[in-house]
């Protein structure tokens, strides 16, 4: 019902910029939140960045002055800007967004976008 696709993985050079894209579509009565997580091999899945409906940011201390979380309210989409990117950011990135369907709150994840980051 609720479909999300993600775009703008790759790899990247140390220090350098990628932007991450996530369009929401289905029968979505409002959005409560919608955020950023990644994976690494061999770790576990944390939140990076979120983005609420009043639209206050949050961000995990890794990525504070690097990362920026915007939306576009029209287009159903949050975005991920990456900038200074280390190895360290290497993971698959996974958007998820928190909704209001049938007046019901259920949230949703995205398929996964690879980002890499040489050194």
């Known amino acids: 019902q609720v479909q999300l696709v993600e775009s703008g993985g790759g790899l990247v050079q140390a220090g350098g910029s990628l932007r991450l894209s996530c369009a929401a579509s289905?029968?979505?009565?409002?959005?409560?939140?919608m955020g950023w997580y990644r994976q690494a091999p061999g770790k576990q899945r944390e939140l990076v960045a979120v983005?609420?409906?009043?639209?206050?940011?949050t961000y995990v201390d890794s990525v504070k002055g690097r990362f920026t979380i915007s939306r576009d309210n029209a287009q159903n989409t949050v975005y991920l800007q990456m900038n200074s990117l280390k190895s360290e950011d290497t993971a698959v990135y996974y958007c998820?967004?928190?909704?209001?369907?049938?007046?019901?709150?259920?949230?949703?994840w995205g398929q996964g976008t690879q980002v890499t980051v040489s050194s």
């Open positions: 289905g029968s979505i009565s409002s959005f409560l939140a």
């Open positions: 983005i609420n409906s009043g639209g206050s940011t």
């Open positions: 998820n967004v928190a909704v209001i369907v049938r007046s019901r709150i259920n949230d949703y």
